[in-house]
Structures are given as C-alpha cells and as structure tokens.
C-alpha cells in the first residue's frame, strides 16, 4: 500500500510575522526536496478537512476553543504568548492541522495507505487541553489519537515524540489515560522545562543534555522505549516528528545528525510492523533549518514510503 501524504494550502497562509521560525517556508521547502527525489510521484496526496468541534473536544476544554475563535483577528497579529500569535489565517490553518491528522488515521485505518505523513502547520506537541502554546494551538497528534480510540476502537495507541522540546501538552493530555502510552526524547532543561517524572510503562521520559551525541541516543532509545513498546504493543503508532534536535538547529543543543533521524525512523517503523500492522501516522513538529529539516523530513517520509 502507499504512503499518504496530506497538506493544505491554508497552513501556508498562517504567519506569526517576519523572522519568526516557525514560518510558512517550512512545508515548502520539505515539498521541494521530495519533489527533487522523485518521491512526491509516489505518494498519495490528500487535503486536509477542517477538523470538527467533536474531534478538538476530545483533547481540548470547550472555553478554549470557544477563546480561541473568539480571538482570532481580522488582519494583523494577536498574540497569545510571546511565542505563539495568530493571524487571520491562522484558526483555519490549526483546522486543517488537526484534521490532517484525523484523515490521516482514518485512511490508514480503512486501508487506503499504509501509513501517512501530515505535513502542516501549525505544529501540535505543545497545545495544552486549554492553553496555546510553544508555536501550538490544536494538538494534532493527540486529536488523531484519540479519534483512533473514541471513532475506530483501538485500546492501545502510542505516541513517540521525538522533537527536541518535550511534549508537554501531549503527556498533559494523555496522562491519566491508561490507553495512551507516551514516549518522548527531548534536550533538558529546555523550553517548556517540563517532562519529569515518567510514569512507569506508560509516560517515558528521556532527558538529554546538550551535545548529546548519536550514539548516546540511540543507546538510550534502545534502553527506553523499545522494551516500553515491546511491553504495551500498541495497536497503531503516533509519531510527533521534530526534527530540531539536529546538530545545525540553532534553537537547541543536541547533535544529531541526518543518519540518526534516518535510525530512528527504521526503528518506528520497525515497531510499527512488529506491533501495530505497520498502522503510523507522523506529524510534523518541530525543525527550522533550510536545510537539515527539510532533508532529514523528506529522508523520513522516503523511508515511510518504503524507498
């Protein structure tokens, strides 16, 4: 079966304003170097629907989200943090995001694709149950999740989070849920400044120092989450994909490189096959590089792709 590859032109409209590193180019520039591969031809493509008010109230506070749209303007910029501002685009493209991920989880459900990777923004990791966030305002990867659990029936999903900022608002989410196992790498201490302790078997937390290199890495997801994946043996895989804990970032400190991501991915998708049917959805998080982010996401969806 093919990969799915879901987008939307909206994500692209969403701006926090000029020099800000989130910025639109970021799903332009992963398009352009899957397109130079010869990848693009081989996936396929879908448009993400708006996600609907049912599908946001499953991990969000129904205030919030009556808040956010509440606050969205009609031109310039509001800001929700120092970091996180809205446009007039903006609560349209947190839609899309969002649904990318539901029509991600149902198309690899039903059998349409093996797996899908969602290339939108804004990212999600860090969207609180009732608080935008960190770049964040709908938690993609939770929404996508708990769709899995509540519409399809699955009773073990994983989540594996990989950016170099710890998840916080998706462990806050599916913390008290015995169906959700959490796996996150992340550099510490580091913005949000959260993330311990680790509930056993369920929430696993794997601080790094910086200049951490790969081989520390590797040796600490195989001694953290491949026995935890090996134990819970869930039914479909959720991948928060960041890609700034790569050594050019320059908003972090770790120093991994384009064959760690490349590791990393062989081994979701490894799990993926042994656990779960080879059932995934990835989500794009973090990375604001014009160069390694690109290359190491085009190298993850090639790899999901099977090339």
């Known amino acids: 079966m093919p990969t799915g590859f879901i987008q939307h032109p909206a994500c692209r409209q969403h701006d926090m304003g000029p020099g800000h590193p989130a910025a639109p180019r970021r799903l332009s520039l992963i398009e352009d170097a899957l397109a130079a591969n010869g990848v693009m031809d081989l996936l396929r493509l879908y448009e993400a629907p708006l996600a609907t008010r049912e599908q946001l109230e499953r991990v969000h506070q129904p205030a919030y989200l009556d808040s956010l749209a509440a606050r969205s303007p009609a031109e310039g910029l509001v800001h929700l943090d120092p970091d996180t501002a809205m446009n007039a685009h903006t609560l349209e493209a947190a839609h899309r995001a969002a649904g990318a991920a539901v029509m991600a989880t149902d198309r690899v459900l039903d059998g349409s694709v093996q797996n899908a990777f969602c290339c939108v923004r804004p990212p999600g990791h860090h969207a609180m149950p009732g608080e935008a966030m960190g770049f964040c305002f709908f938690n993609n990867v939770a929404v996508g999740a708990a769709h899995a659990l509540a519409v399809h029936g699955l009773e073990r999903v994983a989540v594996l989070d990989f950016d170099v900022h710890h998840g916080n608002g998706t462990e806050a989410i599916f913390e008290r849920d015995s169906r959700v196992m959490v796996c996150s790498t992340y550099q510490h201490p580091l913005y949000p400044f959260s993330g311990a302790p680790s509930i056993p078997g369920r929430i696993i937390n794997v601080e790094l120092p910086a ?91 090639q790899l999901l792709a099977g090339i």
């Open 211 to 301: 200049e951490t290199r790969g081989q520390d890495y590797r040796l600490a997801i195989d001694t953290f989450w491949r026995p935890a994946l090996e134990r819970f043996r869930p039914q479909m895989i959720f991948v928060s994909a960041g890609f700034d804990a790569h050594v050019e970032d320059p908003y972090a400190d770790l120093l991994l490189n384009d064959r760690d991501f490349e590791w990393l991915t062989d081994l979701i998708l490894e799990a993926a096959d042994r656990h779960a049917g080879g059932r995934l959805v990835s989500c794009l998080e973090g990375g604001y590089t014009a160069g390694a982010m690109p290359r190491c996401a085009a190298r993850h969806v």
